[in-house]
């Protein structure tokens, strides 16, 4: 019951009124409450989150539930891919790492997963480009976290020079605007 109420409290923002909102917030407490409503999820599907994020508030004037919407369609894919990799390598640890630095106030997000080939760094983020397996097909979940992203005046990019030993991109980044409230 308690994961069920944080799971609607940080889904509420996507209704159709607290989607259009403007307020003022701390990016650490949505990044939690985001994870948060996870929390069983990743335990089942044996993802680790690694999180690092400062003491201090970083306050952003934005939109709560288009920020939830991309964090949520990263995880969305993350598990997927996290999986996959999971049952070709056993006894691989799958991890999430999501850190946040405060200026501009910037998210970025990585998994341990199979990573993205370079030549579809750009393709990833078009409607129904998708590698998925055909029943799981959708190809819209980059398209709409970078529509969200442009929508309160970020950008969600795919990291070109990942440290990944095999050459492959699994870091984005979601980069928002400075914010010009006190
Ligand atoms: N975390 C990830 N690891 C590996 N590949 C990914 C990841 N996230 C996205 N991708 C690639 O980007 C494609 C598009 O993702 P998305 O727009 O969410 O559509 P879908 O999830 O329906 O395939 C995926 O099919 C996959 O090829
Ligand atoms: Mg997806």
Not at 16 to 41: K, M, P, W, Y
Request: charged fraction near 25%.
């Amino acid at each position: 019951m308690k994961s069920l109420g944080k799971r609607i409290r940080v889904l509420d923002p996507l209704s159709v009124s607290g989607r259009q909102r403007v307020e003022t917030f701390d990016l650490r407490d949505l990044i939690l409450n985001t994870l948060e409503a996870h929390e069983a999820q990743f335990e089942r599907h044996k993802i680790n989150v690694k999180l690092s994020m400062s003491d201090d508030a970083v306050n952003v004037r934005s939109v709560k539930g288009m920020i939830v919407q991309i964090l949520e369609n990263l995880i969305s894919n993350s598990k997927y891919w996290l999986d996959i990799d999971a049952g070709k390598q056993s006894g691989k640890k799958s991890t999430i790492s999501i850190s946040l630095l405060p200026s501009p106030p910037t998210i970025v997000y990585e998994d341990n997963g199979p990573g993205i080939a370079q030549e579809n760094r750009e393709r990833v983020f078009r409607s129904f480009f998708s590698l998925k397996e055909k029943s799981k097909r959708r190809g819209l979940g980059l398209f709409i976290a970078r529509e969200c992203a442009s929508y309160v005046g970020g950008s969600l990019t795919l990291d070109p020079n990942p440290e990944n030993p095999n050459g492959r991109l699994n870091r984005f980044t979601l980069e928002l605007p400075l914010n010009t409230t006190k």
